[in-house]
């Protein structure tokens, strides 16, 4: 998770590519658990040995920035208090320059936890767009408060009711990844995954079925864009009539893929 927000901020998905490509497969008959945002904080000890000093520090920056708070512990009894998880809600996060850049940043991140090898886990706060709740952390005096909001269910109904909201653009957009997602076998926990170089600021995962050759008809490439221009992703497989599950568009992409900023394709089809 603070590897994906570390990506999210400084729009570079060299460091976040290497961690996926360095992690094994999981044991037969077992499976990584992939998620973004829980009950608690963005912990922060993942990093250890992952990032610079300097890298944290303008992580937390960025975080505290748009709203988060940090918790600090001391690991040794004699030791200085080291940061030790972001608390914030992801929507609030995410932060962008407008409402819909802040919908289209915090599904870029997610549409990486739902196509990677594993099971996907969704923290209810993320789905309805859960912003950070400054006021139950003062009248708890805990700062992972901020992540666990209360919420009217009929405002949030009302909200939803009109497309323009950040509540309904999150959800419909969570709901076509979701369902993209169960419509494809290239999904499976167990499926093969590799991580393809694209460009710099774009993150792309070749997912297979088990029991199928990588790179063949049955792979999906999930392309997500973490810029805020337009870029060009190089997926390197030639020419093919594909279907975008998360649209359903069908067209001729080839080996450079057009995206806009914070855009995400999922490419099935001949390759």
């Given amino acids: 998770a603070p590897l994906r927000l570390h990506t999210l901020y400084r729009g570079d998905t060299g460091d976040l590519a290497r961690r996926r490509e360095a992690l094994p497969p999981a044991p037969r008959g077992r499976a990584y658990l992939n998620l973004s945002s829980t009950h608690d904080g963005i912990g922060l000890t993942w990093l250890a040995g992952l990032l610079p000093e300097a890298s944290l520090r303008s992580l937390i920056d960025e975080a505290t920035s748009r709203g988060a708070l940090v918790s600090s512990r001391r690991p040794t009894a004699k030791g200085d208090e080291l940061p030790w998880e972001i608390n914030a809600t992801w929507f609030s996060a995410c932060g962008g320059a407008s409402p819909a850049e802040q919908v289209a940043r915090l599904l870029a991140t997610q549409s990486v936890v739902l196509a990677l090898r594993g099971v996907p886990a969704l923290y ?61 076998a290239a999904f499976h926990p167990e499926g093969a995954q590799r991580i393809l170089n694209a460009g710099d600021s774009v993150l792309a995962i070749e997912r297979t079925p088990p029991g199928h050759a990588p790179g063949g008809p049955a792979s999906v490439v999930c392309v997500a864009s973490f810029s805020g221009r337009p870029v060009l992703a ?38």
């Fill in 234 to 271: 190089r997926l390197h497989s030639g020419a093919g009539a594909r279907r975008d599950l998360i649209t359903r568009e069908t067209g001729a992409w080839g080996d450079e893929l057009e995206l806009a900023p914070f855009q995400m394709r999922w490419l099935a089809g001949s390759r």
């Fill in 124 to 184: 209810l706060s993320l789905l309805v767009a859960g912003a950070n709740d400054h006021a139950r952390v003062r009248e708890t005096g805990d700062n992972r408060a901020i992540n666990r909001g209360r919420f009217d269910v009929a405002a949030w109904e009302r909200a939803v009711a009109d497309e323009r909201s950040v509540e309904a653009r999150t959800l419909a957009g969570m709901t076509r990844l979701l369902r993209a997602r169960r419509s494809c």
